[in-house]
């Protein structure tokens, strides 16, 4: 079956520090993949996305993801956190051939300390 | 409007009974989505809708749940004789139409506890 995986529930990180968080998804078919954030109280919004071209994608707020086919990883990646950055980031990928659905991974929350 | 709105933003209502959510897309967006995101679980896809159709219905978890849309735009998703796991926040996005690598705008949620 088609999944994605983020292994990471929660990762607690202190301002200024660099931040990797993980995706992996199950599949040899074709995808899109997308990164969304949930800040609290608040609705999902689309950081970054990569469709096809560059693997290397730069997304809003200093945000950037490498897709790697290989390894059917897209890791998001941002070299300096803010406080601000503190919320809950969801890996979604769409299958090739299924139906525009988007599948999400598990969310992984973000915590940037003092 | 200037949002995907959907209300109520919570519900409380107790084991059996049957409720509405309701979501109100971007004006213009013809393609609508409702999710699921259960406690520590990711988000689940329910059903999606291309105008008033919708296409796939692949992801409702079971004959209790359904979902329409009327003139293109408003969307109510009904669960009937509502169970403890049906409590979850409730998703719905919009974008202009359905295609791979559409911008999804999403709504705040309902939050929805059976109790």
């Known amino acids: 079956a088609q999944s994605v995986t983020q292994l990471d529930s929660q990762v607690p990180v202190f301002e200024e520090a660099p931040v990797e968080l993980r995706c992996n998804y199950s599949s040899s078919v074709s995808v899109y993949l997308f990164w969304y954030v949930q800040y609290p109280n608040q609705g999902l919004q689309l950081l970054l996305k990569?469709?096809?071209?560059?693997?290397l994608v730069k997304g809003i707020n200093g945000f950037e993801a490498e897709f790697n086919k290989s390894q059917t990883s897209f890791h998001l990646r941002k070299p300096s956190v803010h406080i601000s950055d503190t919320a809950e980031y969801f890996c979604?990928?769409?299958?090739?051939?299924?139906?525009?659905?988007?599948?999400f991974g598990s969310g992984t929350q973000l915590t940037v300390l003092p | 409007g200037a949002g995907v709105s959907q209300s109520p933003s919570n519900k409380v209502t107790e084991k059996g009974k049957d409720v509405e959510l309701r979501c109100d897309p971007i004006?213009?967006?013809?393609?609508l989505y409702w999710y699921r995101q259960s406690l520590g679980q990711g988000l689940e896809f329910l059903i999606y809708f291309q105008g008033n159709s919708a296409p796939d219905k692949s992801g409702l978890p079971s004959d209790r749940f359904s979902a329409e849309r009327t003139g293109g735009s408003v969307s109510t998703l009904t669960i009937q004789r509502t169970q403890q796991e049906d409590s979850a926040v409730y998703l719905c996005a919009s974008s202009l139409a359905a295609g791979s690598g559409e911008k999804l705008f999403f709504g705040s949620g309902t939050q929805l506890s059976v109790l």
């Open positions: 979604a990928v769409i299958f090739s051939g299924s139906a525009r659905q988007l599948t």
């Open positions: 990569y469709l096809s071209g560059s693997t």
């Open positions: 004006s213009g967006h013809t393609a």
